[in-house]
């Protein structure tokens, strides 16, 4: 173990933080199997072996007003996204108790758009009470830019948690979207913690940021006081101006997740969407620092069967 690694993970355990220097050089060391033994060492010592799973449901997809370069959903592009209204209650609730019945902790609620108003929200209220009601499963929603009063309400429906992403640094988003802010991002988490909610709240790599950027996002998501990190790996979309953009490496992305454990020894690590990149590597992810994933499939692209991940999970030591 190079002695960098270790004094940084001897910190680590006294409840210390990694600096971004120490995360520049630990990204790049050439010892990728001494990086991941420590964070899979770091993540059993803070969270031990329950990994916590979660499904998400397209709720209202397609037509969306931001220009998110990566998002298949936005409508400033052409993609062969699905385009349709807010599910009704019966839809919503059969896919949970679904969920539920598979062992899966966490059912999530995802519409397309900056803002869901009126109707639209009014409906969510109803369809979160109800899940609630009927169901033991934990209620989770990403409505995109919501405020705290709407969080409240959220909140007193029966939700848990809220997600909403970041997506990148603050320094690289407005190469990503300028239709609307890093800081609108921000305000939302704020007055989502504010409210009393959980917040889940992580990144996509692989958006042509540079590593710095990366490790930014990473400290910054740590200053929020962010619980739940999803690690999203940009699978690129036909049709949306980053269609183009070459993949990420497996030894890339392992890389990433390990620095992502260094910096958040305490957070739920979730693998989350385009995870698939990594192929066979997956196995190899759940040593390297994450605790949880989302299951099934994504928003608009397919991921693995349930089955097959809880079966991979149980193999690597996990515990439902």
């Not at 019966?90 to 062992?103: D, V």
């Amino acid at each position: 173990m190079t002695n960098l690694l270790q004094s940084v993970e001897e910190k680590i355990y006294d409840n210390g933080t990694i600096s971004f220097s120490e995360a520049i050089s630990l990204v790049q060391t050439d010892n990728l199997e001494e990086l991941l033994n420590t964070a899979d060492r770091i993540r059993l010592h803070f969270k031990g072996n329950k990994i916590d799973l979660c499904t998400i449901m397209n709720a209202m997809s397609g037509k969306c007003s931001e220009n998110c370069k990566f998002c298949a959903q936005s409508g400033h592009y052409v993609t062969d996204v699905d385009e349709y209204p807010l599910v009704d209650l019966e839809q919503s609730l059969a896919l949970a108790k679904t969920n539920e019945a598979q062992g899966i902790h966490r059912f999530g609620l995802v519409t397309s758009g900056r803002v869901i108003l009126g109707k639209d929200f009014e409906k969510v209220i109803e369809i979160v009470k109800v899940l609630k009601q009927e169901t033991h499963i934990q209620i989770c929603a990403s409505l995109g830019c919501i405020t705290r009063e709407q969080a409240t309400r959220l909140k007193i429906a029966g939700l848990s948690r809220y997600h909403h992403n970041v997506e990148t640094s603050s320094d690289y988003y407005s190469q990503i979207c300028d239709t609307h802010t890093y800081q609108d991002r921000i305000n939302t988490i704020k007055g989502v913690l504010q409210a009393g909610l959980e917040i889940c709240c992580g990144g996509i790599i692989g958006l042509g940021e540079d590593v710095k950027q990366r490790i930014k996002m990473a400290l910054e998501i740590k200053a929020l006081g962010v619980n739940s990190v999803p690690i999203n790996i940009l699978n690129p979309i036909p049709g949306t101006p980053l269609a183009y953009m070459n993949r990420l490496q497996p030894e890339e992305i392992l890389r990433s997740i390990a620095i992502f454990r260094l910096i958040l020894p305490q957070a739920v690590l979730r693998y989350a969407g385009g995870r698939i990149a990594l192929g066979q590597f997956q196995k190899i992810g759940l040593r390297a620092g994450i605790n949880a994933a989302i299951v099934g499939d994504f928003l608009t692209t397919t991921g693995n069967k349930v089955a097959d991940d809880v079966v991979m999970m149980k193999e690597q030591g996990f515990e439902l």
